[in-house]
């Protein structure tokens, strides 16, 4: 089928269209604003709609937080997690998914991440949102340890190599990014970052992989 005989992608239906536009402008709002700045009232002013016409598409302010919490994940996994699943199995897969995330974070400085912010606003607030952020949380780490290990498989890291203790320090890596880059905006801070996760890669390399490493150095 060539592109002239393609068939045209249906538009969405216009309550859909409506939704999505909602769901944008609360992801911006609460990305700078954290997710308990979101309020049916703000969204209905941004989007020139009446509180009952916003009301509609989510039905309550908890809904509407947790649909935001998705549709960041979605954005997440569509800018961090499929793109790197072209990469081949093991390390190059894992060294991919870790990079995108670091860029993510880089593109992330004037607005906030919401895996961080909303762990801090619910970290000891149980209830569905606090549920909902966790779920794509653990998801998100559930990719990253199963890379981890299938790295070990493919016998790129040491078969000793803890994969949860390595996921760990990546996480807790992403984490001083964020605050470095973010909170203290100190230059330099996403370089670092990149080292830092080769130097915990050294430590898992095979030995002969880690002697080539430093020769090539």
């Known amino acids: 089928m060539t592109a002239t005989t393609a068939p045209r992608l ?6 859909r269209q409506t939704r999505a536009a909602i769901l944008d402008v609360a992801l911006g709002l ?11 009232g703000a969204l209905a002013e941004l989007m020139r709609m009446s509180k009952s016409g916003v009301f509609a598409h989510f039905g309550s302010r908890e809904e509407l937080q947790i649909s935001v919490v998705r549709e960041y994940h979605q954005r997440f996994a569509d ?22 995330w ?8 004037d607005s906030g991440c919401i895996y961080i912010s909303g762990a801090v606003e619910f970290d000891d607030r149980p209830g569905p949102v606090r549920d909902a952020l966790a779920q794509m949380v653990q998801t998100w780490h559930a990719t990253l340890e199963k890379a981890i290990r299938l790295a ?6 040491r078969a ?8 760990f320090e990546i996480h807790g890596l992403i984490l001083s990014l964020h605050h470095d ?7 330099g801070a996403l370089d670092r970052a990149r080292r830092a996760f080769e130097r915990m890669l050294s430590h898992h390399l095979p030995v002969p992989a880690a002697r080539k490493r430093v020769a090539r150095r």
Do not use: C, N
């Not at 249906?10 to 309550?15: A, D």
């Not at 609460?30 to 049916?40: C, K, R, V």
């Not at 880059?181 to 230059?187: D, G, I, S, T, Y």
């Open 10 to 15: 249906r538009p969405l239906p216009k309550g």
């Open 30 to 40: 609460a990305s700078h604003s954290g997710l308990e700045g979101l309020s049916i």
């Open 79 to 100: 800018e961090v997690f499929h793109p790197s699943m072209h990469e081949p199995r093991g390390l190059p897969r894992l060294r991919a998914l870790v990079e995108r």
């Open 102 to 109: 670091i860029r993510r974070v880089s593109m992330e400085i």
């Open 152 to 157: 070990i498989d493919e016998r790129h890291l």
């Open 160 to 167: 000793d190599t803890d994969p949860l203790q390595l996921l």
């Open 181 to 187: 880059a973010r909170f203290l905006r100190l230059p």
